[in-house]
């Protein structure tokens, strides 16, 4: 139905520009990442030295643990939070059930900032939470680890993120027919067998499609540690960022950025051939 | 109709397996079922037929507990069944869209209830075994439902549900998405099945081809009450009112006047000894015959007509026959060739078949 | 109402649910109270109203020409990535060619990828091409980013249009041009304007792919940044209640043209489908 001259002048455009900015910057950045700077010179030496440097270095490990580390807890503690509120909404929320989604949806988009600036304000030594527990004399002095550890971080990214995971996990639920949860009922399995045995399996997809996300990005965060993290929680997108500024070394910030986005790409891989297998009708 | 006393089946039958008394239901200010009572006999064949919106899959849901009666309350076998949740009910549905679990194959989702209900594994694989073979599914019992046609996972539906020996089977209008071959071929095999099996059959329908050709008994749902409830041939030849008359099979409703022994409805006339009132008939179009030499034996009435239609239907024609007077009455004659002009009716008077009031 | 017996475990769950709405929507709420709040940020309770806050946010001319910045990069993210990302819907849905699976993950990829990797592969590229760093780098980037969301919205647009509606179309005697114009378009009114929508707001609180191709002139977001690196202060909760109630007022107004343009399905799922019958 189409013709031939149409689809041209629909796809063009589009391989182009994403030709030029997307798949050209990530070929360079590959390109660095296999150079080097020598006494603050880039050096267009072709070499693997970043690489070895990267995975041999002690330090740059502990952050790459301690970074996985957060991003797991980020993804889990996302999902503890938004599965139960999705399931709720899908199942069990009649008549509200639209308000209570538009309310679940609308801090998604306030600002990464503004929702970050808020926890720092609340966590501090002088913060309103530490203030809350001295007016109830809950505590007596300040709490200190509240504020610049990884637990904040911790805090403040599964704060934006579990609407990140909400949403495909809500999609996920929505999709299951209520019939089959009818069928299950009469054929004799109560709400909990069926919960584990029909809703739990066929909202997977969704919920592998939410954790990704929450993984991924935390993963690559560089402004939560920097907010509320303090020296003890860079992690390493902070170092990548470093490296492009103070630190010049941009082949090594490179390196570490191209690492990051091959895991990404595998992991990407991985949940499509997942959901794949799970996904069904 | 409403509000009589149980309707069910012939007397001298045992207990009813199922009674519903005085169900009634509403959805916010919408009356779905008004004082419903009918009783099902255990291992009777009984279809819920009605038009969409009368109301029959609602009470088919009522009977599953997928919803709570309004008021009223349904027993089985003498117990209260609206109070157990469908889980404990020994009852199970074959729904209209078969509600299949996507992500189980033919075999998991056969012995989904008995795995629920503790049955060992061992006893599960030989039911389920048994059961795919009554609907001859045995060959698919690893595949997904995703790859069966319609008619296949029809039949792993009603498996699914047998495999479980429920005292009563509710079918949700099962056929309803099949063509019409496939459809004819399984209302046969679906009959032969109840029958081998045993079990009571709750079947929801709006065909009434369908009601007639599978059931022990029909109940006639009009807009959320029972508007009669009888075996087919009883249905079909002592329809009660204009409504079961014309939805069930077709007919010429005659509306006249009785007068002093004597019907009249436009032209046509016969004695009947009742007292004087307005009056409706059913006469169904079979009943009426060409009159070859114009003669009558006194059981029946003769009129006149011109043939203004005729719709030839392979085995029989349909006549549409203008009586003048502005009577038009539907004849249905054997294959005789085309007719033209004016032609001579005659019909038994025990045909005619006297209903409430419309 | 299902007799499942459902109703034992209702109040766990609606509790629990509660409760993470609070988790949501507390540290908002305090950050707003304490816009209005005089001894500044911390401590509680918090004592004495005041404007003093706002007032100052609006004598700040920095901020305020950092919103005209961004608001002048939101723009032309929206031109950018709506024309292209509707481009490439329509050839996703409509044309085959070799390498189309890898243009469609290559597409969707910045959805997912943290926001540094595309900022510092942008950066190399403007840094090989001799680009300047500028509001326009900035714009090429968000502009670049935000095509996957446009993709995704106007896809979806696209499922929704019945076939037959282009076919008639074509069959009544007008061009493809035309029926593009006349028909396809205009049943994509809704989702352009809730892509166009989702995209403005994106761009006016995006910060890590900015962070890195940020020139002499700040966006918004970075300008509170800044502010932040220098210390706390109350001026930043005033301008954060309002982008919050700027934020929600859009995304409101998104939601309410999205649930138009899928109408009726979003109806069935939303009707409870055991009434009837």
Known sequence: MYSRSYKSLVSAPPLLWVGLFLLVPYALMFAHSLWLVRDGVLLHQWTLENYRKLFTNYVYLEVLWRTAHIAASVMLCSILLSYPLAYYLSFRARARKELLYQLVIVPLWVSYLVRGYAWKTILGSDGVLNGFLQYLHITHGPVSFLLYSPFAVVLTL???????????????????????????????????????????????????????????????????????????????????????????????????????????????????????????? | MSSTPPLGPAPGAEAPLLELRNIAKRFGPREVLKSIFLEIAAGEFLTLLGESGSGKTTLLRLIAGFEQPTSGEIRMGGEGLDLLPPYKRK????????????????????????????????????????????????????????????????????????????????????????????????????????????????????????????????ALLREGALEQVASPREIYAHPATAYTAQFIGQTNLLRGEVRNGIVNCGVLRWPLEEADASATFSLRPEAIRLSVDGARRNTEVKFRGAIRQQLYAGASELLEVDTGAGQVLRVRVPACGLLTGEHEFVFPITDAVRLKDA | MSASGSTRRLPLLAGYAAL?????????????????????????????????????????????????????????????????????????????????????????????????????????????????????????????????????????????????????????????????????LPNLKLSLMAAGLLIFTLSMDEIAVTFFLIGRDNTLPLEIWGRLRRGITPEINAISTLIFAASVSLIVIWHRIRTRSIGSEAQQLLENPLEAE
């Not at chain 1, 579990?162 to 999709?175: G, I, M, Q, R």
């Not at chain 1, 402004?223 to 490296?243: D, K």
């Not at chain 1, 941009?250 to 499509?272: K, N, Q």
């Not at chain 2, 998991?108 to 599914?137: C, D, F, I, P, W």
């Open chain 1, 158 to 281: 599964t704060h934006i993120y579990t609407p990140f995971v909400f949403l495909p996990v809500y999609a996920s639920l929505e999709h299951i027919p209520r019939q089959l949860v009818e069928a299950s009922h009469d054929l004799g399995a109560g709400p909990l067998a069926t919960f584990c045995r029909v809703i739990l399996p066929l909202s997977l997809p969704g919920l592998l499609a939410g954790a990704t996300f929450a993984f991924v990005l935390s993963l690559g965060d560089f402004l939560a540690p920097l907010l509320v993290g303090g020296s003890s929680s860079t992690m390493i997108a902070n170092i990548v960022q470093s490296l492009f500024g103070a630190a010049y070394d941009w082949p090594l910030g490179a390196a570490i950025s191209v690492c990051i986005l091959l895991l990404v790409i595998a992991l990407l891989f991985l949940t499509e051939r997942l959901e794949k297998r799970w996904a069904f009708k």
């Open chain 2, 91 to 218: 009852v199970n549905t074959v729904f209209q869209s078969y509600a299949l679990f996507p992500h189980l194959n033919v075999r998991e989702n056969v012995g989904y209830g008995l795995r629920a209900n503790g049955v060992s594994k061992n006893e599960t694989a030989e039911r389920v075994e048994q059961a795919l073979a009554m609907v001859k599914m045995q060959d698919f019992a690893n595949a997904r439902p995703a790859r069966l046609s319609g008619g296949q996972q029809q039949r792993v539906a009603l498996a699914r549900a047998l495999v479980n020996r429920p005292e009563l089977l509710l079918l949700d209008e099962p056929l309803s998405a099949l063509d019409a071959n496939l459809r004819k071929q399984m209302q046969s095999e679906l009959k032969a099945l109840q029958r081998e099996v045993g079990i009571t059959f709750l079947f929801v329908t709006h065909d009434q081809e369908e009601a007639m050709a599978l059931s022990d008994r029909i």
């Open chain 3, 20 to 184: 993470v709405f609070t988790f949501i929507y507390s540290p908002i709420l305090v950050l707003i109270v304490y816009s209005f709040n005089r001894d500044g940020v911390g401590g509680f309770p918090p004592r004495n109203f005041t404007l003093n806050w706002y007032a100052q946010l609006f004598a700040d001319s920095a901020i305020w020409d950092s919103v005209w910045n961004s608001l002048f990069v939101a723009a032309g993210a929206v031109a950018v990535a709506l024309t292209l990302g509707l481009l490439a819907a329509l050839a996703l849905d409509r044309a085959d060619f070799p390498g189309k699976g890898l243009f469609r993950r290559l597409v969707l990829l910045p959805l997912i990828l943290p926001g540094i990797i595309t900022g510092l592969s942008l950066l190399m590229f403007a840094s090989i091409a001799g680009m300047q760093l500028s509001l326009t780098t900035v714009l090429l980037g968000h502009g670049t980013a935000l095509i996957s969301v446009a993709t995704t919205e106007i896809f979806a647009g696209l499922q929704k249009i019945d076939r037959a509606q282009e076919e008639a179309s074509l069959d009544l005697g007008a061009t493809p041009w035309q029926t593009f114009w006349r028909i396809t």
